[in-house]
């Protein structure tokens, strides 16, 4: 399993196109195959949220119509309609049944869609259809809310490929946020085989991806088999996993505002589950997220956030920070003198690996997030205005 | 019962005094009563905390011994060695046993007390205890940190009194934070007693009180009992919840960078259980928090914390938001066109009361929180440096 450079349309048999006017984006993908998804559990979901899940029964699609800049959100039987209506504007054009068709929104909660707009750009973004870098690019781009940058990822799996699309950027949290991610492969697997891989991997990467705790109305991941490669369901997995964890990475990176990916990794707790938990409380503290942003090695914080996350934990702990060089801040419970050492680190990175360990047991596990700085209240303070 | 002007020297018997000195404060209370007392739920607790929680078995104290600037946690057998002799401290002046003690500390975490700095200045402060209202504001301004108002409350029911200090600030979550309060009264009742209604009382106003999210290793609530008077538990009770509460609401508004009070009241859930869950949901999302920040009317990220709040919901909610007028954005899941409005509203307003029905049953509750800022960043990126 190796990662190479390029985005969904590295998969065979995939075309997608998409373009972006000011807030509001259009992004149409046409691939043909067996499918899987995982939904936000939110208990109030979007429109085109309820839409997929239903459409998503048969196990099979023809295509995905996804806009961004409004969620289709608490929309009531309006929202249902127009999230059909985007089914059928591609299903139109694709000629197959509307109930082929994934759609997906991200954006402002509440307002009706506008779906003459998206009407209005479908032809041109169904006609600029391509399998090329540019297509998958233009495709990864008309997803983008408050995301700073498109994140694509590609991975080898002997003659198969895993390719990757996802957009994130405020409100992950654990169990998933206004992310979504479509993801495909030519290898071949039915679509209950793909939903108990996919499971297994969101649960490991976008599960463990914290920004800042909130759980959005319209989160989705949706893996798309379309090819005959021939692949172990272990191998496979594995490649997965790797594809959603580079995404979540990307996702945590470019969190609102953020200035440092922080990779969160617990060792010797009494369970993974445990150290999953704690090493997502510490991710999710904004005590910790804001001492990050502002270079401050401040591990007592560390320790407060361990100690009520109900995990088992005494003062026997230990603490490093690792960006490159490693720097061990606490050491079974022993304060060691490297405040000014650790500072310096945490001033240079831009990826920080925050490395715990309890000395409880064997359990292993980690959280991926960022720090919390000025530009995310300024973001979100400012959102719909 | 009713709210009366003064500190907690209104309580007969109450002698008081304190000194701040840059980030380093030192306080000391005179109170000879009964006590109880309700603790940090984080596992990794506090050395004053132990020492306290300890000191608190035998039902009767004599003095409180408080300082700030250092939470002595993480500390180690020193830790708890220092917290004791902070105890025999005072315990020599008063002329008992340190036992008789509770001690109380908030700062920093990580690092040894200067308890030579806390010998150096308690003799001062123990000459300068008194009963005015200058000692009870003297002393209620000791146990800051980030605090900018000392917090102070009383309460008259019959003959009694009920009186309160708090300080709050950050780190203040549901189920307590870096949050000290001392609660007196001239009521009388046995410690067993005491505990029982301060249990009650802290879990309707402290622990519905949000402002991070994180808690810390110091919390402690304190009851003490010193006088004779006579008051029936339901009357106690109620001016008990009453006081807690008033000075909830005080840490709230106090919250680190906090430019509004929000009091989120939630009604017609389907029990009194899901109904503060929903409101501690609603108080805890950083997107409400920096929605309000920035007066903007983002009812779509309530329904969306309502709807990761595990609560029974669906899209038949009633939102409105009340500061003096009262402006309705949501009835019965119809979307009301009142952005500029309630937009108006939320820039006058210094507190804020968010209204939310369900519409599923009987059940209500409510949680205390602030809005989120650039200031709670500045804070809390500088707070070592």
């Given at each position: 399993?190796?990662?190479?450079?390029?985005?969904?349309?590295?998969?065979?048999?995939?075309?997608?196109?998409?373009?972006?006017?000011?807030?509001?984006?259009?992004?149409?993908?046409?691939?043909?195959?067996?499918?899987?998804?995982?939904?936000?559990?939110?208990?109030?979901?979007?429109?085109?949220?309820?839409?997929?899940?239903?459409?998503?029964?048969?196990?099979?699609?023809?295509?995905?119509?996804?806009?961004?800049?409004?969620?289709?959100?608490?929309?009531?039987?309006?929202?249902?309609?127009?999230?059909?209506?985007?089914?059928?504007?591609?299903?139109?054009?694709?000629?197959?049944?509307?109930?082929?068709?994934?759609?997906?929104?991200?954006?402002?909660?509440?307002?009706?869609?506008?779906v003459g707009w998206i009407e209005s750009r479908a032809g041109v973004v169904f006609e600029n259809l391509g399998s090329d870098r540019e297509s998958s690019l233009a495709f990864a781009k008309s997803i983008m809310t408050t995301d700073t940058f498109p994140k694509e990822v590609a991975v080898e799996i002997g003659d198969a490929v895993i390719t990757g699309v996802a957009k994130g950027a405020g409100m992950i949290a654990p169990n998933m946020a206004t992310m979504l991610s479509f993801i495909f492969t030519d290898a071949d697997f039915s679509g209950h085989d793909l939903k108990k891989m996919l499971i297994r991997a969101v649960d490991r990467s976008f599960n463990v991806t914290v920004v800042d705790g909130d759980t959005s109305t319209n989160?989705?991941?949706?893996?798309?088999?379309?090819?005959?490669?021939?692949?172990?369901?272990?191998?496979?997995?594995?490649?997965?996993?790797?594809?959603?964890?580079?995404?979540?990475?990307?996702?945590?990176?470019?969190?609102?505002?953020?200035?440092?990916?922080?990779?969160?990794?617990?060792?010797?707790?009494?369970?993974?589950?445990?150290?999953?938990?704690?090493?997502?409380?510490?991710?999710?503290?904004?005590?910790?997220?804001?001492?990050?942003?502002?270079?401050?090695?401040?591990?007592?914080?560390?320790?407060?956030?361990?100690?009520?996350?109900?995990?088992?934990?005494?003062?026997?702990?230990?603490?490093?920070?690792?960006?490159?060089?490693?720097?061990?801040?606490?050491?079974?419970?022993?304060?060691?003198?490297?405040?000014?050492?650790?500072?310096?680190?945490?001033?240079?990175?831009?990826?920080?690996?925050?490395?715990?360990?309890?000395?409880?047991?064997?359990?292993?596990?980690?959280?991926?997030?960022?720090?919390?700085?000025?530009?995310?209240?300024?973001?979100?303070?400012?959102?719909?205005?």
């Amino acid at each position: 399993m190796r990662f190479i450079e390029g985005g969904i349309t590295l998969v065979e048999g995939i075309r997608c196109s998409g373009i972006k006017e000011g807030k509001k984006g259009l992004g149409i993908i046409e691939c043909s195959g067996n499918a899987a998804g995982v939904f936000t559990k939110n208990r109030i979901k979007a429109a085109p949220v309820l839409v997929t899940m239903e459409n998503l029964k048969a196990g099979a699609i023809r295509g995905i119509i996804a806009n961004s800049g409004n969620a289709n959100a608490f929309t009531g039987e309006s929202g249902i309609k127009n999230a059909k209506r985007m089914c059928e504007i591609l299903a139109e054009r694709l000629g197959c049944s509307w109930r082929k068709i994934v759609v997906a929104s991200t954006g402002i909660i509440g307002e009706q869609l506008d779906v003459g707009w998206i009407e209005s750009r479908a032809g041109v973004v169904f006609e600029n259809l391509g399998s090329d870098r540019e297509s998958s690019l233009a495709f990864a781009k008309s997803i983008m809310t408050t995301d700073t940058f498109p994140k694509e990822v590609a991975v080898e799996i002997g003659d198969a490929v895993i390719t990757g699309v996802a957009k994130g950027a405020g409100m992950i949290a654990p169990n998933m946020a206004t992310m979504l991610s479509f993801i495909f492969t030519d290898a071949d697997f039915s679509g209950h085989d793909l939903k108990k891989m996919l499971i297994r991997a969101v649960d490991r990467s976008f599960n463990v991806t914290v920004v800042d705790g909130d759980t959005s109305t319209n989160d989705m991941v949706l893996l798309v088999s379309t090819g005959q490669k021939k692949v172990s369901r272990e191998k496979f997995q594995r490649g997965l996993n790797s594809a959603c964890i580079n995404l979540a990475k990307q996702i945590a990176k470019d969190g609102e505002g953020a200035t440092k990916l922080i990779e969160v990794i617990v060792e010797g707790a009494r369970s993974d589950k445990e150290a999953f938990k704690a090493a997502r409380n510490i991710a999710s503290s904004l005590l910790v997220k804001t001492a990050l942003f502002g270079n401050d090695p401040n591990w007592g914080r560390i320790i407060a956030a361990l100690g009520y996350s109900g995990c088992d934990v005494d003062e026997c702990i230990s603490i490093a920070f690792e960006a490159g060089a490693r720097v061990e801040l606490v050491k079974r419970g022993e304060i060691l003198d490297a405040h000014s050492e650790a500072r310096k680190l945490l001033e240079k990175s831009k990826e920080l690996k925050i490395l715990v360990n309890l000395h409880k047991g064997n359990g292993k596990g980690y959280a991926f997030g960022c720090d919390l700085s000025y530009d995310y209240v300024r973001i979100n303070a400012e959102y719909t205005t």
